[in-house]
């Protein structure tokens, strides 16, 4: 099959890190824009960005865009797709999405009237009026902003943040994508120790363990496009799964998670173990106001409770200055913290070196980067990735 532009969603702010993923991959990106980076690729490219991604929301195919502004409109361009160089005669596919400063407002009628442009385009094809849809799922998703409207079919299924390695979580879990993305930003070098110390259910010692060892994060899931028709007959998911499975490598990480509480501290152990990187992450019950370490380099990226999502605005702001008094003491450390409470600098009694927006949820927050001299290089040779 010849390339086809793929897209992949992304939380806000996260746009830079998912073009690099891509671009690693060896795809060539042909738009960015807010939410969302377009690239050019074939079957294989679908299958390996699904694998491989840790950034990104979802792998979609784009079948069409254009431009609406009347239902006759959407419905017309619609049923002009070639809708049968994805659908069989028995394949389902429902339709969802979301409509945002358009004159198309409503989402239900959106979604109706896109379902039967496809039923109608498909009936023309293959000389049929009723689909019975008992076949593969082709999960058909639209968006239409700002009278822009673009179809495209989901290969993913559950989001890719559902890595698997996740079966119990805390109260507010961190999303593993914006953990990945705060590994990235962090440019931890892992000869050098890593410390979450309010790990919850482990997401970010977990990802950064994952990173290091080269661990596909999509590797041992499934997705939705395995059973797609296109597939049939040819071996690109075994051949990338084992792609994925041979670049795998093992170096010694030092990953001290820890939190005040002993549950936690016990999801976040099996959690790890679930994800193959139990000998890789020390667990540790400790308040944060006692976190020390004997070693002189290392750091730290943690998700505190912001006073919106868990407890009050007073106790949140106690232990801001807790961890500000702790992290002091760690001189030689770099920190990142994600918080989306406005006044944590103050509480923390120090002003960030650098700060990078991004949305958690609907939630508008901030990456605090606090840098540190830079540690000496160790003489210790990474296997390569690729």
Known sequence: ???FEIIVPTIFGLEAFVSREIRNLGYEITHVEDGRVTFLGDLEAVTRANIWIRCGERVLIKTAEFEALTFDELF???KAVNWSDWLGEKCAFPVTGFCLKSQLASMRDCQAIIKK???????LKYSIAYFEETGPVYQIRFSIMKDRVTLMIDTSGEGLHKRGYRAISNAAPLKETIAASMVFLSHWKYEYPLADPMCGSGTIPIEAAMIKRNIAPGSTRKFMSEDFLQ???TPIWKRCRQEAEDLKRDVPLEI????????????????????????AVIPKVCDVKDFSSDLEYGTIICNP?????????????????????????????SYYILTSNEDFESCFKKKADKKRKLYNGMIK???YQYFAKRPPKINNTLPSKR
Do not use: H
Request: with cysteine; proline share 1%; glycine share 8%.
């Open 256 to 279: 001290i998670a820890s939190d005040i509480d002993a549950n936690t501290i016990e999801i976040a152990k099996q959690n790890a173990v679930i994800a193959g990187v139990g000998n």
């Open 117 to 123: 442009a496809i039923v109608d385009s498909l009936s």
């Open 1 to 3: 099959m010849d390339k």
């Open 305 to 333: 409770p912001y006073g919106e999502r868990l407890g009050d605005e007073k106790i949140v702001r106690e232990l801001y200055a807790q961890m500000g008094a702790s992290f002091k003491k760690l001189d030689k450390w």
């Open 365 to 367: 927050c901030n990456i």
């Open 231 to 233: 597939y049939c007959g």
């Open 76 to 78: 017309e361009k619609t």
